[in-house]
């Protein structure tokens, strides 16, 4: 799917996606990334949903977002709760939802100027 959306230049945004692939700014990408909305991570390192671990939320602190989104590929599927711990300890704000789901939710928030990453696992 295309997403359409007019956004200032030099920001990241999310231009599309499908089966294992997304676009940041008509550019596709096939692994695993972090997207911020001035700052694009590629080969997050992160293989797959399962091996998810405590220091990747807390590497995601160096950027200093407001809010993580969660984009776990295909389906919507939850980390268990102490692997972001030290999000919350933080107040960092973690939304959990499929991968199409948090490239269409960061355009939303980075079009707002708030302080959003995208962590992107794609199938």
Wanted: aromatic content about 8%.
């Amino acid at each position: 799917m295309k997403l359409h959306l007019s956004s200032p230049a030099g920001r990241n945004a999310f231009t599309g996606y499908g089966d294992g692939y997304v676009a940041v700014n008509g550019v596709n990408y096939r692994k695993n990334l972090l997207v911020l909305p001035d700052l694009l991570v590629e080969d997050w390192p992160v293989s797959r949903f399962e091996d998810l671990a405590e220091t990747h939320f807390a590497a995601l602190l160096e950027w200093t977002p407001a809010i993580v989104l969660l984009g776990t590929g295909r389906n919507q599927r939850f980390p268990c709760p102490r692997l972001h711990r030290v999000l919350l300890e933080a107040r960092v704000g973690l939304e959990v939802m499929d991968t199409p789901a948090a490239c269409r939710t960061f355009n939303i928030l980075a079009a707002e100027d708030r302080k959003v990453a995208a962590a992107l696992l794609l199938d």
